[in-house]
């Protein structure tokens, strides 16, 4: 308990007080403007479209099919997800991904007509993905854009994982799919999350 009391008087001393995100009044409008229904996955499911098979390709930074995505911030990439929560999620899944084979390998098919969805023709990818839990599960994700830059270019997304209906933020496969297509594939050297582990773990070995 003296240990606790003199850590907390630490932390009253030189912890600098919480204070609300920079971004809180646009999630507070996300919120009041969200729209409870996800109309892309009716879509998926009337469609059936995670029982079609398709010819998936290995997504590389320079696949033609997706020139026309969306280019995303990383502000935009935050409000899409409503916080950083996911965003981090991804960043790490990315980045797992791109430590074993160097490009980030991701399983990806483009629907070759457009979609009509609330009254607006976008483009509509699908992505097999795999668990990070459980290597047995695949999720498919979908993700329909226009040709527009900016978070507006996203008009909807959908995962069949079990958080993947939300239309209030997203869940982590759809936040990787975005953070890599509009973002992290455009840089020119990927930012490994806590990579200064990754010497931590050398370092211990050769002791």
Same mark, same amino acid.
């Given at each position: ?8 008087? =630490? ?6 007080? *919480?204070?609300? /995100?920079? *971004?809180?009044?646009?999630? &507070? ?13 009716? $879509?998926? @499911?009337?469609?059936? @479209? ?27 990439? &935050? ?5 950083? $929560? ?6 790490? $899944?990315?980045?797992? !991904? =791109? ?6 390998? @991701? ?17 509509? =990818? ?13 999720? $498919?994700? *979908? ?10 270019? &996203?008009?909807?997304?959908?995962? /069949?994982? &079990? ?12 936040? /990787? ?8 594939? !455009? ?21």
């Amino acid at each position: 308990m003296k240990d606790f009391k003199i850590a907390a008087a =630490i932390i009253n001393c030189f912890q600098e007080p *919480y204070e609300d /995100s920079r *971004y809180t009044n646009q999630f &507070i409008d996300i919120i009041n403007n969200v729209n409870n229904h996800n109309h892309l996955c009716d $879509y998926v @499911l009337e469609h059936n @479209l995670n029982r079609q098979r398709v010819a998936f390709i290995r997504m590389q930074a320079d696949l033609p099919e997706l020139a026309d995505f969306p280019r995303l911030t990383h502000e935009d990439l &935050i409000l899409i997800a409503v916080g950083t $929560y996911h965003l981090k999620i991804a960043r790490s $899944y990315c980045s797992e !991904h =791109i430590k074993q084979t160097g490009v980030y390998e @991701l399983e990806v098919f483009r629907h070759p007509e457009l979609i009509h969805i609330n009254d607006e023709n976008c483009v509509l =990818i699908r992505c097999h993905i795999q668990s990070r839990h459980v290597r047995s599960n695949i999720y $498919y994700t *979908y993700i329909l854009y226009k040709r527009e830059n900016g978070r507006n270019g &996203i008009s909807g997304y959908y995962c /069949s994982c &079990i958080h993947g209906k939300r239309t209030l933020g997203c869940c982590a496969h759809v936040m /990787s799919v975005l953070n890599y297509l509009g973002r992290a594939r !455009h840089e020119e050297q990927f930012a490994h999350p806590a990579s200064f582990l990754d010497h931590v773990v050398l370092d211990i070995e050769n002791r």
